[in-house]
């Protein structure tokens, strides 16, 4: 699991292990059920629906990091089959600008 910096006081840094795509995705899936059982106060949904698009978010990430690792296969001239890695489209995005390639419901 990769950790991210939680910073806990000003001079210190602490460390919470990030979940895995799974225990995001089932967490994700609990507080949507939460949401929409509607029995939280405004207060506890607000929370609730920003904890899961932190979570939609990272799955998101989790998704594209997997995407990259693909294989795909394909034809040559003569018809044969091979293997060769996943590559994104060049775009605008690779530069650093959003909104272009696969489009994010979470961008901001």
Avoid: H
């Amino acid at each position: 699991m990769a950790r991210s910096p939680v910073p806990s006081k000003p001079w210190r840094t602490k460390y919470v292990a990030e979940p895995s795509f799974e225990e995001g995705l089932d967490t994700l899936e609990k507080i949507v059920e939460q949401l929409e059982e509607g029995n939280l106060s405004l207060e506890e949904t607000l929370k609730k629906f920003e904890e899961g698009i932190k979570l939609a978010r990272l799955c998101e990430k989790k998704l594209k990091q997997a995407q990259k690792k693909v294989s795909m296969l394909t034809r040559d001239e003569e018809g044969a089959i091979k293997e060769a890695p996943f590559v994104e489209p060049e775009g605008p995005e690779q530069a650093g600008e959003k909104g272009a390639g696969t489009e994010s419901l979470f961008d901001e």
